[in-house]
């Protein structure tokens, strides 16, 4: 199985910096797609930045300028650096590897246990 774990969240000031990592462990064949979403209070779970091995991106437009999503292919981690952050990004932030855990196996979403993110003065 394939284990997804994250950390680095925490309370922040309006404006201020904080850096989200996630490592994917256990058995894996191929991890491909890594990538963070969020879920405030009240509503849907929504993507905030999406990476693939061969490096290209996708930000939603509430993180474009602010957010930089990076990967490590070998070790199978990903991090989200966030700068500019705002109150309305206060929510609990997903990381989410999509891959396999052996050859034949299928490819599913693996999801971890979310970390808070707090933005308040």
């Known amino acids: 199985q394939v284990q997804v774990v994250e950390s680095g969240g925490g309370l922040v000031q309006p404006g201020g910096s904080l850096r989200l990592s996630c490592a994917a462990s256990?058995?894996?064949?191929?991890?491909?797609?890594m990538g963070w979403y969020r879920q405030a209070p009240g509503k849907q779970r929504e993507l905030v930045a999406v990476i693939i091995s061969g490096g290209s991106t996708t930000y939603a437009d509430s993180a474009k300028g602010r957010f930089t999503i990076s990967r490590d292919n070998a070790a199978n981690t990903v991090s989200l650096q966030m700068n500019s952050l705002k109150p309305e990004d206060t929510a609990v932030y997903y990381c989410?590897?999509?891959?396999?855990?052996?050859?034949?196996?299928?490819?599913?979403?693996?999801w971890g246990q979310g970390t808070q993110v707090t933005v308040s003065s």
């Open positions: 989410k590897a999509v891959g396999k855990a052996g050859r034949w196996s299928p490819l599913r979403d693996y």
């Open positions: 256990g058995t894996i064949f191929s991890i491909e797609p």
